[in-house]
Structures are given as C-alpha cells and as structure tokens.
C-alpha cells in the first residue's frame, strides 16, 4: 500500500472521528422554542415575576372567595355597625337579629331549611290531586327563600356549594372587621374580596372579546390586502373618530330601563353580561391595527407560499399559520389591555353607570367611599382599600405587559 493511500485512509479515519464527535455534541445541545426563551429571559426580570405571582395570588383568592370565612358583602347593619373604623373584634354570620335565623346562626338555619325541604319532598312522593300541587307551591316558595339569599347577591348553585363548604370547615366564625365597615354596616374586606370576582371577570371577558374581534378583523384586513384592506381600515378610522364613551354611557343609560331589564330578563340575558361585552367591543380597534401589520409583514413568507401550494383554503392559513406567528405581539398588548379594561369599568361605576348593587366591584366601592367622605369626618378606610387593591392590579398588569414585551422581543434577547 503506498504511502498517499496510507494518508488518505488517515484522513477520513480523522474526518470520521471529528464527525462523530461533532454529532455527539449535537446531542447534547437543545433547542429552545419562543416561547421557553420568554420564559427564561422573563425570569430574569424580578418586577414582572412579582407581579406574575401577584396578579396569580389575587385570581386564587378572588375564585375561592365563597370558602374562605368573610362576611356578607350585602347584609346591612344600620344600628350598630355602619363606619365602623377597622378593629379585630370577633364575628359570627347569621347574628343580626333582623335576619331571623334560627339560634341567631347560618349554620343552624341552613340545617332547618335543609330538614324542611326533605320533608316537603317525602310528602310529595305520598301526595295527589289538589294536595300535590299546594305542596309544590310551598316547595317553590320555600326554595326561593334560601338564607343565602339574605347573605349573598344570587348565588349559584357552585357558589352555594362552596358556601356550604365554606360552613362545614368554619362555621358561623368569620374573619373581624380588619377593614372597617361602610355606612350601611357592610364589611369592607368581603366587598372588597367579592368586587375583586366581578373586576377580574370583566377585565378577562371585555379582553377576550376585543381578542376575537380585533385579531380577527386585523388579520382577515392585512392578508386580503388591496381594496378590501383599504375598506376595512377606512371603517377602523371612522370608529376611532366616535368618543366611544358617550356611546358606551348613552347604550348603558338605555340598559338600565325598567323596560329594557324586564325585557333582558325575559331571554334570560343578564345586564352585567351584556355590560361586559359592549366594554370589550370598543377596545379591539387598536388591537386589530397591530395585528394587520404583523400580517403585511408575514404573509409573503416562505411557510405562507409553501400553505397555497398544498392547497390551504384563505381561512386556514390566516388562523392556522398567520396568527399563531403574531401571538406573541397579541398577548403583549392583551396584558396591557386587561388594566385598561379594569380602569375603564371602575371609571364607569365611579359614574355611577357600571355596575349596580347588590353587585360590587372595587370601582363601585371606591365611589361608595368618595360619597361617604364628607368635610366633617373623613372615613378613610373606605378608599383605602378598594383603592389600593385596584392600584397594585393595574400597576401588576402593566409590570408584567412590560416584561412579556421584553421577553418577546427578539431585538433584546442578549441584553
């Protein structure tokens, strides 16, 4: 064998060894997708975290607010406990002696109200003709008088069983009034607990909406292009000229006619549902210009091109390869827009246009303390803490939208 094949043979031999080590270091080295590099350089920002974990402990305890141990939010006590200051002082539910409960207790009414529905129901499988029908009207009647009724603004049947959950672990024990009490002798912390549910529901619900319309709209506009895109925008530019909140306060006038709420209620259409729904129908406007520039940019890609070829109908690759490359762009801005939602609605029920009692939410308490504050004597506790509840989620809202923006954008990534 002469000495050029020997060399030869040496160098692949080297080749082989070099391409086998490469391969196995190949091995070992990940990839990391979009989103679990946001992750990791979201981690990085400690503002965003706390507020992360902040916004995440606020929802828990807005949604196992009916188990935890508070007071009635809507039970009044004009004589002897209206603008009471914070104390420690202890309280049990059901006491008052105008409710009527029995041994002045929830827990022992609610077993005389469980015992009384039992025997109505034995009675009904043993009766009929005319005594089969007085029954089911005493059975009706009796269900409507429910002593949650009395305690909680229409419970439904998951509330209450969390109620009766809430019961069995602490009885009649309730947590003191560490914030105080109104003027009409509410506890200030289970109202504030019970608006934190209608806030947060409001900012997700008027958010998502404005997602479905806006990305929709914005996506359908960018890709269609030419005199179809042109179209659409002229109409998102006529929309931006109305001062939507006189339309929004002009449609919620109207919403609150005795007429118009009979109406409602007769198809079962609850007014706090269609409140959330016409909020988020006048925040997707700048929602859809966003995503129609992401669109413009993306839609001459090489993964859109290779989508026509195979055949991919226009639908199919604005909603299945278009949007889920812009989503990072859209949950940046849907952070952001989430506490803009919330103001909005706290701003409309300071109005006195929002929600309506015996609902609450932590705009509707923040009105209730301005109204009760008077030259005279100052209750401060009343703005205190609705106020700051409302100030540290907005403020948690806006830390965590800016650290999604920085996380999420490719420009940053080795700052």
């Not at 306060?249 to 079962?268: D, Q, V």
């Not at 209750?379 to 948690?396: I, R």
Request: charged share 20%; hydrophobic share 45%.
């Amino acid at each position: 064998m002469s000495d050029d094949s020997l060399q030869s043979d040496a160098l692949d031999s080297a080749d082989e060894r070099q391409l086998a080590a490469l391969l196995e270091e190949s091995k070992r080295i990940h990839g990391v997708s979009l989103w679990q590099d946001a992750w990791r350089r979201l981690k990085k920002n400690w503002a965003a975290m706390v507020s992360l974990y902040l916004l995440a402990l606020i929802s828990v305890l807005a949604l196992v607010t009916p188990i935890l141990p508070l007071q009635s939010p809507i039970d009044k006590d004009l004589e002897s406990r209206d603008f009471l200051p914070p104390s420690s002082q202890s309280f049990q539910i059901g006491k008052r002696k105008g409710l009527r409960f029995e041994n002045a207790s929830l827990v022992s009414e609610l077993q005389k109200y469980d015992e009384e529905v039992a025997e109505l129901h034995s009675k009904l499988n043993q009766s009929q003709g005319d005594e089969l029908k007085q029954l089911e009207t005493k059975l009706a009647e009796r269900l409507r008088k429910h002593p949650f009724e009395q305690l909680w603004s229409k419970p439904g049947l998951i509330t209450r069983g969390l109620i009766r959950v809430r019961l069995s672990v602490f009885g009649d024990w309730c947590i003191p009034s560490v914030c105080g009490t109104d003027a009409l002798g509410r506890d200030v912390l289970a109202r504030v607990f019970w608006g934190a549910r209608v806030s947060l529901i409001v900012g997700l619900v008027a958010t998502l909406v404005s997602l479905l319309i806006g990305v929709t709209y914005g996506a359908t506009a960018g890709y269609l292009g030419g005199w179809t895109d042109d179209i659409m925008m002229r109409i998102v530019d006529i929309l931006y000229s109305i001062p939507f909140i006189f339309v929004v306060i002009f449609i919620i006038t109207i919403l609150k006619e005795e007429e118009t709420k009979k109406r409602m209620e007769s198809y079962g259409i609850d007014q706090i549902v269609v409140f959330y729904l016409i909020i988020g129908a006048i925040y997707w406007l700048t929602m859809s210009r966003v995503v129609r520039g992401q669109i413009i940019s993306l839609k001459n890609e090489q993964f859109v091109d290779a989508a026509r070829t195979v055949g991919a109908s226009q639908p199919r690759i604005i909603f299945r390869h278009l949007i889920p490359n812009v989503m990072g762009v859209v949950i940046v801005y849907l952070s952001l827009t989430i506490p803009a939602v919330m103001l909005f609605e706290a701003f409309l029920s300071f109005l006195g246009l929002g929600v309506e009692a015996p609902d609450v939410s932590w705009g509707l308490l923040v009105n209730e303390g301005i109204q009760a504050i008077t030259p005279i004597k100052t209750y401060w506790w009343l703005v205190v803490f609705p106020g700051l509840t409302l100030t540290l989620t907005l403020l948690a809202l806006n830390f965590l939208g800016d650290g999604l923006r920085d996380a999420l954008d490719p420009r940053l990534k080795n700052r």
